[in-house]
T-cell receptor, first 112, second 116 residues
């Protein structure tokens, strides 16, 4: 069965520090992978997506993610975190049909 | 261009009541999907509609139903509300509903439903 695991429920980093959020998926073929961000009380905003091609994808707000097939991972990174990045981050896999399967999310706290 | 819009933003109901949530997709998008997000969890797929036809249904009881109108807007109905139905209900729109070929779903701000 398809699934997405985000092992870290909460992460705290200092402003200016680097960030890596982990995402592991289970899927039988090449997946379509997404990262979304959700600020409190808001909907989901797409940060980036991977469908094919270059395994390092660039997104908005300075985020990037790397698809590693051998590790079934799609980790999100940012070299320098800003206080406004505090939010909840969701990794999702699209099975190539019509729905996403989401992970349980990682809540990011940024210390000034 | 306007994004996905949902109404109402908040709603309070009591157990046993019925609720209708509304969604307007991005102009030009023909597919609408509905997700339920319980506090502390990721969104769970409920339905997808494309060209007014149900294309997929998640693991939700028959109390949940939806429809899509000729202008591609959509309604989600939930009957006989339970306390466990309290959640953020998200609507997402896409051009044709399929993820093949690089299609992306764009999410609205959601409707927060509280069942007392």
């Amino acid at each position: 069965a398809q699934s997405v695991t985000q092992p870290d429920i909460h992460i705290t980093v200092s402003e200016g520090a680097s960030l890596e959020l982990r995402c592991n998926y289970s899927y039988g073929a090449t997946p379509y992978l997404f990262w979304y961000v959700q600020s409190p009380g808001q909907g989901l905003q797409l940060l980036l997506k991977y469908f094919s091609g270059d395994t390092l994808v660039q997104g908005i707000k300075g985020f990037e993610a790397e698809f590693k097939r051998s590790q079934s991972s799609f980790n999100l990174r940012k070299p320098s975190v800003h206080w406004s990045d505090a939010a909840e981050y969701f990794c999702a896999v699209g099975p190539g049909t019509y729905k996403y399967i989401f992970g349980t999310g990682t809540r990011l706290k940024v210390l000034a | 261009d306007a994004g996905v819009t949902q109404s109402p933003t908040h709603l309070i109901k009591t157990r046993g009541q019925q609720v209708t949530l509304r969604c307007s997709p991005i102009s030009g998008h023909k597919s609408v999907s509905w997700y339920q997000q319980v506090l502390g969890q990721g969104p769970q797929f409920i339905f997808q509609y494309y060209e007014k036809e149900e294309r997929g249904r998640g693991n939700f009881p028959d109390r949940f139903s939806a429809r899509q109108f000729p202008n591609y807007s959509s309604e989600l109905n939930v009957n006989a509300l339970l306390l466990g139905d309290s959640a953020l209900y998200l609507c997402a729109s896409s051009l044709a509903g399929g993820l093949e070929g690089g299609e992306t779903q764009y999410f609205g701000p959601g409707t927060r439903l509280l069942v007392l």
